[in-house]
């Protein structure tokens, strides 16, 4: 099984600074196509997740582009270059590699 | 616009079932892969199940044997037929469609439904 852990579980950041999340995966991300399915999701308390980005670094429409995503193989990046109030939750990164998915625990992000 | 609504949950006792559907608006059900996903309270997505277009069908390990995926694409409908079912069950359950082209990520998601397995 592919096992998703991300670093830090809780993020406490002051509005305006950035942030930043770490997904690593126990084996390569890399699919038999030679995609990369990893995509990153948020959610707002009280809400259903809402996919930001797929495939590592492609940002939904609608999706403010302060949020980025990076990597390749099996590390992982969530980037958020100046944090509004509108983005507290949980994220999570989901991988899709074989024929199932996991996520991972979720980083909560907060304001300090 | 794209429409996801669950029903059929509720609370049921150990090793009872429960049929969840997930009725489908506003996007071609039929071309769309689709998901169940589940949170139990206070704590992260779990991936349950996903079935292709072509009604190929996938399970996380803790539910195989004991739960069933599958579509009516003439209803645009998803379900989750959930057999011997136990306490650590308890979550609630999202449908989910993924984004058009194989992309393996879920665009639109519901607003879920409880399922409590307790006596």
């Known amino acids: 099984d592919i096992v998703m852990t991300q670093t830090p579980l809780s993020s406490p950041v002051t509005l305006g600074q950035p942030a930043s999340i770490s997904c690593r995966s126990n084996?390569?991300?890399?699919?038999?196509?030679?995609?990369?399915?990893l995509s990153w999701l948020q959610q707002r308390p009280g809400q259903p997740p809402r996919l930001l980005i797929y495939?590592?670094?492609n940002r939904i429409s609608g999706v403010p582009d302060r949020f980025s995503g990076s990597g390749a193989g099996t590390d992982f990046t969530l980037k958020i270059s100046r944090v509004e109030a509108e983005d507290v939750g949980v994220y999570y990164c989901?991988?899709?590699?074989?024929?199932?998915?996991?996520f991972g625990q979720g980083t909560k992000v907060e304001i300090k | 616009e794209v429409h996801l609504l669950e029903s059929g949950g509720g609370l049921v006792q150990p090793g009872g079932s429960l049929r969840l559907s997930c009725a489908a608006s506003g996007f071609t059900f039929s071309n769309s892969v689709m998901n169940w996903v589940r949170q139990a309270p206070g704590k992260g997505l779990v991936w349950v199940s996903t079935?292709?277009?072509?009604?190929?069908?996938y399970y996380t390990d803790s539910v195989k044997g004991r739960f069933t995926i599958s579509r009516d694409d003439s209803k645009n409908t998803l379900y989750l037929q959930m057999n011997t079912l136990r306490a650590e069950d308890t979550a609630i359950y999202y449908c989910?469609?993924?984004?058009?082209?194989?992309?393996?990520?879920?665009?639109?998601w519901g607003q879920g439904i409880l399922v409590t397995v307790s006596s």
């Open positions: 989901m991988q899709t590699a074989r024929y199932s998915r996991s």
């Open positions: 079935i292709g277009r072509h009604g190929d069908t």
């Open positions: 495939k590592i670094s």
């Open positions: 084996q390569s991300l890399v699919h038999s196509d030679g995609n990369t399915y």
């Open positions: 989910a469609k993924d984004l058009p082209g194989d992309i393996f990520a879920s665009d639109y």
